[in-house]
Each structure stands twice: as structure tokens, then as C-alpha cells.
């Protein structure tokens, strides 16, 4: 069983920064691929970014490539959602989410068996 909990969302003007931060408890972190996804009000949950257990493997959505990077501290059981050049359209809830073997497809909601309670995202314009 792995417990996440993520923090470090807020409200910040388009074109800014925010990193989340997920830290993960209980289980072997280092041993489960992490993703981060987001919600928006009245969207599906979707993909944003992928890394593998030990960070050599990321994967992100096109319209996070180049301005997101995803990464992870295994010593100190977190991953990490650096976001830059913000857009309102990245305003959701961002959840991080933990994969533990046999793994599932990345991108997908099924792919991964633990979850945290999601951190806030508002972007201005």
C-alpha cells in the first residue's frame, strides 16, 4: 500500500511557474513507475506526465513537451512536477499517481494503483 500526497499548487499568472512536489509513504516507492494527471471542471482526468522507477524513462502529452519535466528523488521518496510557461488551460486538479509492478500502459487512468488527494492549479491569463 502507497500513500501519496501532493502539494505545492496555487494561483499564478500565465506564463509562470509552479513545482508540485508528491511524496509517497508505505509502500517501495522506488520500485513503482510514478505519473502525474490533471482534471479540469467537467473534463476526464488525463495524462500529463510519466517517469519510470529509475527516472531514465519520461514521457509527457504534447502540449506539456518542452515546458513540463517530470522527476524523482528516490533517497527522499517524492517525484516532482516542474511546470513552466504556464497556461490558463493547465488550470486542474493535478494528481499524482503510483504504478508498482507488473506495470500498466502510462498514459492511462487504469494504469495506475495508488493515488493522492490531488493539489489545486489555477492559472490566470
Known amino acids: 500500500q502507497v500513500q501519496l500526497a501532493e502539494s505545492g499548487g496555487g494561483l499564478v499568472q500565465a506564463g509562470g511557474s509552479l513545482r508540485l512536489s508528491c511524496a509517497a509513504s508505505?509502500?517501495?516507492?522506488?520500485?513503482?513507475?510514478m505519473g502525474w494527471f490533471r482534471q479540469a471542471p467537467g473534463k476526464e482526468r488525463e495524462f500529463v506526465a510519466r517517469?519510470?522507477?529509475?527516472?531514465?524513462?519520461?514521457d509527457y502529452r504534447d502540449s506539456a513537451k518542452g515546458r513540463f519535466t517530470i522527476t524523482r528523488d528516490n533517497a527522499k521518496n517524492t517525484v516532482y512536477l516542474q511546470m513552466n510557461s504556464l497556461k490558463p488551460e493547465d488550470t486542474a486538479v493535478y494528481y499524482c499517481?503510483?504504478?508498482?509492478?507488473?506495470?500498466?500502459?502510462?498514459?492511462?487512468?487504469?494504469?495506475?494503483?495508488?493515488w493522492g488527494q490531488g493539489t489545486q492549479v489555477t492559472v490566470s491569463s
Open positions: 508505505g509502500g517501495t516507492f522506488s520500485s513503482c513507475a
Open positions: 499517481a503510483a504504478d508498482p509492478p507488473p506495470f500498466g500502459r502510462y498514459d492511462d487512468v487504469g494504469g495506475y494503483d495508488y
Open positions: 517517469i519510470s522507477r529509475s527516472g531514465g524513462f519520461t
